[in-house]
Nanobody, 116 residues
Framework: QVQLVESGGGLVQPGGSLRLSCIAS????????MNWYRQYPGKEREWVAS????????RYADSVKSRFTISRENAKNTVYLQMNNVKPEDTAVYFC?????????WGQGTQVTVSS
């Protein structure tokens, strides 16, 4: 079955950097677009970034453009989110996501807290 496992979250100071990882299994990773979402307490999840494959076309929400970079290593079934110059408003639970046929799958999420 499809599994997504995120890691790399934690506490980081404003202006700092963090790299999130998501290891996928249960589907042909190299043929699917992978996504990152985030969720604030009491809010719906919001899309952050996507990366296609094999073209590796990346797209970003305006709120993270020029600060975050999404990438992937198909040989490792892993997608990354490099977060630079983080801001307090980036504090959220970050989720990895994939749409396989008609079903959307989510990981368990990883907490990112930006605070001094």
């Amino acid at each position: 079955q499809v599994q997504l496992v995120e890691s790399g979250g934690g506490l980081v100071q404003p202006g700092g950097s963090l790299r999130l990882s998501c290891i996928a299994s249960g589907f042909t990773f190299s043929t699917y677009t992978m996504n990152w979402y985030r969720q604030y307490p009491g809010k719906e999840r919001e899309w952050v970034a996507s990366i296609s494959s094999p073209a590796l076309t990346a797209r970003y929400a305006d709120s993270v453009k020029s600060r975050f970079t999404i990438s992937r290593e198909n040989a490792k079934n892993t997608v990354y989110l490099q977060m630079n110059n983080v801001k307090p408003e980036d504090t959220a639970v970050y989720f990895c996501n994939v749409l396989v046929t008609t079903r959307r799958y989510w990981g368990q999420g990883t907490q990112v807290t930006v605070s001094s």
